[in-house]
């Protein structure tokens, strides 16, 4: 099995990388997972200073996904550079850093510092984040802001993937702003807008209050497939990497059919950190039960079939559970192909590769079991905490201070 891809110039060894600000900057989730069986980690997004990012809460769970405000927390390029980097790539990561701004020259002074770093691939520049010159908005809802920064990336002198925003009417016309301003590839999606409400506190959920937060997880995921697709269509030789509720093989392969060259995992990583590695052993196993000898020949594959649209009733083995309505989002996110039992591998079908993973999650299986345990007991004490709060807020607003 031929798992190698190449997003614009750069040859990645897997199609599966991690998503920035789910792996944190590289050292805190490397005794997790072996890096480098993946095709990338790309780190959480740096600025050229560092940032303390926003309010606690940041983070709120929702029926298929969660909402953050992590508000793009960070040390810095230079302190990334010189405390983490390192041993992120002594321990043999291919590392993208990711990099934003809230002006276009923050972004060249971000790139400027990366010029250089030792086992950097290329940059992700991150224009999902407010432009302080152009009113607040996103430099991602504006063509000319996207390649501006994009073009200011330019000064690290690396390959650069610029990852958009999904919350645009027509994401083809930056990405196209996006490759004019030098990017060579295109990562697809960042977070959705989103908000949470408390309404017995008549308050908001996150702390970032009114500013609201990002959605993610597989309730993204369409979303992420359409982005995609559309680009594909629109570019179909630039690189492109999908991410946006990818937690399964199955996924992944949905996103490489659309046109994804790689794809990211993000939030399934806070469930299981190992999940960048399942969805790649996953992703191995569907190739092999749907004879695809290499994850090339999936991408951009639906753009050239000729077969019948989905509304058509799937038939025997092929029939995803996601597309039988009504069985429910857990069901909707798993295929059948990632609880078959693996095809025997052959001599040349990437058996290393598979034992490699194999005993990572063997590792991670290990260490997970030690802690259910203790979250068992938290999760106790949870419980006896959320009771006590449902029986606060169900007090009488008077008296507490709110109207
Ligand atoms: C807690 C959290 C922090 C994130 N931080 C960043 C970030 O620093 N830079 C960035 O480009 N995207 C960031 N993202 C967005 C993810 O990289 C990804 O685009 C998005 O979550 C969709 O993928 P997913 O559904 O697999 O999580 C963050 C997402 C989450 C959930």
């Known amino acids: 099995m031929d798992l190698a891809t190449q997003v614009g110039s750069v040859a990645l060894p897997a199609p599966v990388l991690t998503a920035s600000g789910t792996a944190g900057f590289g ?16 780190v959480k997004s740096l600025a050229h200073f560092p940032w303390p990012g926003n309010e606690a809460p940041r983070v709120v769970p929702t029926p298929a996904g969660m909402l953050n405000a992590v508000g793009l927390q960070g040390p810095g390029v230079a302190a990334w550079r010189d405390q983490q980097l390192p041993a992120l790539v002594a321990g043999g990561a291919r590392v993208v850093a990711s990099i934003w701004g809230r002006t276009v020259e923050e972004f060249g002074r971000a790139a400027a510092e990366l010029a250089g770093a030792p086992g950097v691939l290329a940059v992700e520049v991150n224009v999902s984040c407010p432009n302080v010159e152009d009113r607040r908005r996103m430099f991602a809802h504006s063509a000319r802001a996207t390649a501006e920064a994009v073009e200011a990336a330019g000064a690290a002198g690396l390959p650069r993937w610029a990852k958009l925003s999904p919350n645009v009417p ?6 196209g702003a996006a490759l004019a301003g030098g990017a060579e590839g295109l990562v697809l999606v960042n977070t959705v807008l989103g908000m949470a409400i408390d309404p017995a506190r008549r308050a908001y959920r996150l702390g970032s209050g009114p500013a609201g937060g990002g959605l993610s997880g597989p309730a993204i995921r369409p979303i992420a497939v359409r982005a995609v697709h559309d680009v594909r269509a629109a570019f179909p030789t630039v690189g492109i990497v999908g991410v946006g509720g990818v937690a399964s ?18 939030t399934a990583t806070f469930a299981d950190p190992g999940a960048p590695l399942k969805v790649l052993l996953q992703l191995v196993r569907w190739c092999q039960r749907h004879r695809v000898p290499a994850v090339r020949d999936l991408v951009g594959s639906v753009h050239r079939s000729s077969a019948p649209s989905s509304v058509e009733a799937p038939s025997g083995a092929e029939a995803s559970p996601g597309d039988r309505v009504g069985r429910g989002v857990a069901a909707a996110a798993r295929d059948p192909g990632d609880v078959a039992p693996p095809v025997a591998p052959g001599p040349d079908d990437g058996s290393a590769l598979l034992a490699a993973v194999r005993a990572q999650l ?3 299986d290990q260490g997970m079991a030690r802690q259910t345990e203790e979250v068992a007991r938290l999760g106790a004490a949870l419980a006896k905490l959320a009771e006590a709060l449902l029986a606060a807020s169900e007090q009488p607003a008077e008296g507490r201070g709110r109207p």
Request: charged share 25%; glycine share 14%; with cysteine.
């Open 27 to 42: 050292t805190e989730l490397a005794g997790a997972m072996d890096f480098g069986a993946l095709g990338a980690v790309v």
């Open 170 to 175: 027509d994401v083809v016309e930056i990405a």
């Open 249 to 266: 093989g199955r996924d992944a392969a949905e996103l490489l059919c659309a046109g994804a060259d790689a794809v990211e995992v993000g």
């Open 362 to 364: 063997d590792a991670l």
